[in-house]
Each structure stands twice: as C-alpha cells, then as structure tokens.
T-cell receptor
C-alpha cells in the first residue's frame, strides 16, 4: 500500500546543530508540504513543493530549508536549531493540481531543541 | 487572504449526545472545505470535504458537516458522540485562487472530549 513516512519519530538535538527531518511518500504525489504544529497556533506551513526541483516558502520558513531531488522525498533541514523550533513537524502530500484534493499526512516528528 | 477560525479550543459532550465543532472561513472565491481528525501521537486523518453540491456532507465514522454560504460556516456534527471520538479536530480551507497551488489553510484546532 502507498504511504507517507516520516523519520525519526522523535529527535532531541542541541541548539546550533543542523538537523534534517525525512519525509518519504510512495503515492507518486507531486505536491508535498511541511507544517509545524504548536499549541495555540494549529498547523503552520513551513515549505512546500509542487514537483522535482521546485520549492517554495510558507508562512514560517525562516531557519528552515527544503530540497526536492525526486518525487518521493522532501527532507526538511533546520540550518541551526533554536529552542523556538521545538515542535511537532508534519509532512503531507497531495495530488496536483485541483481544488478537491486533500492531504495525506505522515505520523509526525517530535523535535526537541535543548 | 483566506483564513479559518475555530472559535472553541475545547468542546465537551456526554457520550450519546449530539456534538458540534464549529468552523468559519473567509475566502475570496468559492471555498473548498475540509475536516481532519488527529488522535494522540498520530498524523491527521481526512474526515470529509465540501467541494460543491449538497450542503450536507457525510464523511467517515458517522460525521457530517453542513456548509452554510451565508454564514460562511462549515460546522462538523455527529448525532451521537462516542468516547472514541475524543480527539483534536481541524478545519481547513482552500479557495479558487489557491486551488491550483494545492495549499490548505488550517484552523487552530478544537479538542473534542467525550465523557462516558
């Protein structure tokens, strides 16, 4: 069965370190998205991609980067981790384009920056 | 700009009673509306969506939602709540302007607590 997987599920890192969160989907979806979930803020869009070599900034992109070298993967990199980036991160994918397509979500990565 | 509001941080209902989780939206064109549910330590799961047509949309696990264009609302409902419905619920919207970009805008989420 097709799926979208995130790794690791939990990560503790130190302030200033570079961290990469993995997202891999086998749906063959062109659209992929990264969100962070924080109490009181719901889901906020970090970065998104509409296909290979395409990346775009979301509303909270500072301190994060992504790259899309193939259809299946959209890794999220924290260039220099900060305590404010402690959060739960969700990757999602969808068929594109079109208004009626929802997202398929991964199970999330809980990141703690100490 | 498009936006979604979920006015209640938490909704408490007794098992067997009807439940409503509220959602209002603001978009520049016709809205495309979604509800997702998140169980503890899990990703979000799709419940239902409104694209066009009948204002009452039926979805998974016995949930339904009513689209009301004049009130710009898309409230989630269930006639008889179960303890297992306890979870975090998100409303999301996409409008015609952003429909081809694929982006969904999410509300802040509402925690539903169903007590036995």
């Amino acid at each position: 069965d097709a799926e979208i997987t995130q790794s690791p599920r939990h990560k503790i890192t130190e302030t200033g370190r570079q961290v990469t969160l993995a997202c891999h989907q086998t749906w063959n979806h062109n659209n992929m998205f990264w969100y962070r979930q924080d109490l009181g803020h719901g889901l906020r869009l970090i970065h998104y991609s509409y296909g290979v070599q395409d990346t775009n900034k979301g509303e909270v992109s500072d301190g994060y980067s992504v790259s899309r070298s193939n259809t299946e993967d959209l890794p999220l990199t924290l260039e220099s981790a900060a305590s404010s980036q402690t959060s739960v991160y969700f990757c999602a994918s969808s068929e594109a384009p079109g208004p009626s397509y929802g997202y398929t979500f991964g199970s999330g990565t809980r990141l703690t920056v100490v | 700009a498009q936006s979604v509001a979920q006015p209640e941080d938490q909704v408490n209902v007794a098992e067997g009673n009807p439940l409503t989780v509220k959602c209002t939206y603001s978009v520049s064109g016709n809205p495309y509306l979604f509800w997702y549910v998140q169980y503890p330590n899990r990703g979000l799961q799709f419940l239902l969506k409104y694209i066009t047509g009948d204002n009452l949309v039926k979805g998974s696990y016995g949930f339904e939602a009513e689209f009301n264009k004049s009130q710009t609302s898309f409230h989630l409902k269930k006639p008889s709540a179960l303890v297992s419905d306890s979870a975090l619920y998100f409303c999301a919207v996409r409008d015609q302007v952003s429909s081809n970009t694929g982006k969904l805008i999410f509300g802040q989420g509402t925690t539903l607590q169903v007590k036995p």
